[in-house]
């Protein structure tokens, strides 16, 4: 199990850019997370949502070790930081989604390894136990 902590402001900073921009080669998709996203709207729509959450002041998530970047990574991108994290629900369900965002060390392009509801609440649990800690 991954630590949970606030998401740097650095790699929020870095992904929200690229975000914004909404370049299809600067954002690749994983199968699973096109897939589960067809059920909500366009690509777009995540890409603001997801802006959206991680501009959000002190966002947690976790650190996600040992993912493996998508086929033909960008040449020099060099390797990537992932993490977790909760966005509300596009539709206004009461379970969040769970996104989970691989940042290259180039900054210039992301992965988007997953975007589906939160099934388990596993996340939302460990973030509120270790917001709770002194």
């Known amino acids: 199990m991954n630590p949970v902590e606030p998401?740097?402001?650095d790699w929020c900073e870095s992904v929200i850019r690229i975000l914004k921009r909404g370049a299809p080669a600067q954002i690749r998709w994983s199968l699973r997370a096109r897939q589960d996203w067809q059920q909500f709207g366009m690509p777009y729509d995540a890409f603001s949502r997801l802006a959206k959450t991680l501009q959000q002041p002190g966002i947690w998530g976790e650190r996600v070790i040992g993912m493996i970047p998508q086929p033909n990574p960008p040449?020099?991108?060099g390797s990537q930081v992932v993490?977790?994290?909760l966005s509300p629900h596009p539709l206004?369900?009461?379970k969040p989604l769970y996104a989970k965002i691989g940042l290259f060390a180039d900054k210039i392009t992301i992965d988007l390894f997953s975007l589906h509801i939160d099934l388990t609440g596993d996340l939302a649990r460990r973030i509120a136990q270790a917001q709770q800690r002194p």
Do not use: H, M
């Open 92 to 94: 206004g369900g009461p």
């Open 83 to 85: 993490y977790g994290f």
């Open 75 to 77: 040449k020099n991108a």
């Open 7 to 9: 998401l740097p402001q």
